[in-house]
């Protein structure tokens, strides 16, 4: 049946552990990971709870899928309600430790409580026990990490932990797995420090074998991966070049978020992107990327590994860093070089290595420091604030110092933790800040592609790329080609995504299958898993399904359709150079269109038809 059907609940406050039965119901009509763990948060937590109060619930989770033989799956996700937001946060990742807790024989982990110590989850298979931290509490990801593998004495155990910065409070910590894989957005390693529980440790050797159909899934994936070798994107681009084959592409079309998105070009793009990681250094003659790599099960192996020039100002007397480590994706390349101006490799490099050491996410962390940048240029800032840094746009100094900062939640670190919304509104210029729902953008200008404006508006986790990638088609033309500059069409293939995106994160699998795959390649592969029939048009409805739950959790929270919007500055302020030059992001029009084919009211809320036709 694919699942386990086991859930493992840990309650930190009294220390108990038990095993209960999956809820099948739950399991049909939410499939796994994103959806169902939604299910059982929404069922468990009072949305208007604090986030970080006792109250509030953690939930790890993996997918159906997870820890079987189909390409790329080894996800997992963190649900959660988000410190960052205040809404339903779900932060997807992968490497090895969704199929490792799969394999112990686990579906899902739910923690409740807070405990009175600092404490870490040891697993192995059926055998369970919260174990003191004191030891790793206090340490970065990477140093406890060594110290649990240590004590333990097992190469194979896989480890979720967060760092530094979680303890200290940062509002948008990961959990950072495998040293540098991260359910990296909305605060979820906030939650889970603010619980006291600093690692979760898994051991499995039970393996997964209760597939519906063996021989037929096997079918189905081995149809799946000759699919992803043979597109361009899957079998080509990403292996090669990892997402930063997107970087020159974007920027060229005008859609490069540059200097807190004032600008939508980045100049020096080019010494930043996928192209320049394979460049031999003019210094020791080598290039930043090391490798690529793939997490558990994946065919497509689009992840980086780095190393950074010995003679770099930033590890020139840090031997500690001269190791190969993950390296720069687009996102975080965008973010800790694009949006501050800093075209300096190696500096950016630097930065990703702090931020999987401590567990930061690097698009929060980067707009952040640019919403910083922009303020200290215009006075509202200051050297006294800022304990003597200069925060200039493109300063490669500045940006590394601040990453040293806001990895140990020291000085202006702490400032920068409370992520750019809150920033911004302290230092009284709350327009200044990038963000939806108190989210930080992602890598894409809504004004040069106008469906992601509206994908990053509705959003049900603040502003994300991955909830609705209509970059897909407008941009890459996938599965068919938009025009990125219009309006129309876009609720309807805004929808679609979000739809499609919300089946296939609960199903265990990597949503960058999508760029060769539809939902027809995957039903099958679920189908011939799990009990019961699934297809294609099934899938979708279970993705409608997950979408609505999540908002009427938003909704419950106190969000209203009002924070379904675009900051001012992307609705007012024209793209300034490329095919958008002179546009902005038109979210007002396409948003009652899209409400109308959601099937919700004028103002966003869910109808009691749509209620009653999904289930919910």
């Not at 969704?98 to 404490?119: H, Q, T, Y």
């Not at 894989?181 to 074998?209: D, E, F, P, Q, W």
């Not at 922009?374 to 509202?380: N, P, Q, S, V």
Request: glycine residues 12%; proline residues 4%; negative net charge.
């Amino acid at each position: 049946m694919a699942w386990t059907g086991n859930v493992l609940r840990v309650n930190l406050t009294n220390g108990s552990i038990k095993s209960e039965p999956l809820n099948k119901q739950w399991a049909r009509d939410y499939l796994g990971q994103r959806g169902l763990a939604t299910k059982y948060l929404v069922e468990e937590v009072d949305p208007a709870v604090d986030a970080l109060s006792p109250e509030n619930k953690l939930i790890m989770v993996t997918g159906p899928l997870t820890g079987t033989m189909a390409s790329t799956g080894g996800r997992y996700s963190v649900v959660t309600k988000s410190p960052l937001t205040g809404a339903v946060a779900c932060s997807n990742s992968g490497g090895y430790i969704g199929a490792e807790l799969k394999m112990a024989g686990w579906d899902m982990v739910i923690f409740e409580g807070r405990s009175e110590k600092p404490v870490y989850l040891h697993i192995e298979n059926e055998d369970a026990r919260l174990l003191p931290a004191d030891e790793i509490w206090g340490k970065s990801v990477w140093e406890a990490d060594g110290i649990l593998h240590r004590r333990h004495q097992d190469p194979d155990m896989r480890i979720s932990c967060v760092g530094r910065a979680a303890e200290a409070g940062n509002l948008y910590a990961a959990i950072v797995n495998d040293l540098h894989r991260a359910a990296g957005r909305s605060g979820v390693g906030t939650v889970m420090a603010s619980k006291h529980l600093k690692a979760v440790a898994v051991r499995g050797s039970r393996g997964v074998g209760n597939i519906k159909d063996p021989m037929r899934f096997m079918q189905a994936t081995e149809a799946g991966k000759k699919v992803l070798a043979e597109n361009a994107v899957t079998g080509g681009g990403l292996p090669q070049y990892g997402t930063q084959v997107l970087m020159n592409v974007i920027n060229e079309m005008g859609a490069m978020p540059t200097r807190n998105m004032r600008e939508v070009q980045f100049e020096s793009a080019h010494r930043i992107s996928g192209e320049a990681m394979h460049e031999p250094r003019e210094s020791d003659g080598k290039p930043n990327l090391t490798t690529n790599a793939a997490c558990f099960a994946c065919t497509i192996a689009c992840g980086r590994i780095s190393t950074i020039d010995q003679g770099h100002y930033t590890v020139k007397n840090k031997p500690e860093y001269w190791h190969a480590s993950g390296g720069l994706e687009y996102e975080a390349a965008w973010a800790l070089g694009s949006d501050t101006g800093v075209d300096d490799i190696d500096a950016l490099t630097y930065g990703m290595f702090l931020c999987n050491e401590d567990g930061i996410d690097p698009i929060s962390f980067g707009a952040t420091v640019a919403a910083a940048m922009e303020l200290y240029e215009l006075g509202a800032i200051t050297k006294d604030d800022t304990g003597g840094l200069v925060l200039t746009f493109g300063s490669a100094e500045a940006l590394t110092t601040c990453a040293e900062l806001t990895a140990r939640g020291e000085g202006f670190g702490k400032e920068l933790g409370l992520g750019s919304k809150r920033l911004c509104e302290k230092y009284g210029h709350p327009d200044l800040s990038m963000t939806v729902k108190g989210q930080e953008f992602p890598a894409y200008d809504p004004r040069g592609i106008q469906g992601m404006g509206l994908a990053y508006a509705t959003s049900n986790r603040g502003a994300c790329h991955l909830r609705g990638y209509t970059v897909s088609s407008e941009v890459l033309g996938i599965p068919e080609k938009t025009d990125p500059l219009v309006t129309e069409g876009k609720p309807e293939l805004v929808k679609a995504f979000q739809d499609a995106t919300a089946a296939v994160d609960s199903s265990g699998l990597c949503v960058f299958t999508t760029f060769a795959w539809t939902l027809d390649d995957i039903a099958p592969q679920i189908d011939a898993a799990c009990e019961g029939e699934w297809s294609s048009e099934y899938l979708l409805q279970v993705g409608e399904r997950i979408w609505n739950l999540e908002r009427d959790f938003n909704l419950r929270a106190g969000l209203t359709g009002k924070d379904d919007t675009l900051p001012k500055r992307l609705r007012k302020d024209a793209a300034n150079v490329g095919p958008a030059q002179g546009m902005v992001n038109d979210v007002e029009a396409m948003m009652p269109r899209y409400y109308a084919i959601r099937g919700w009211t004028e103002d966003g809320r869910i109808t009691d038809e749509t209620r009653q036709r999904l289930g919910l």
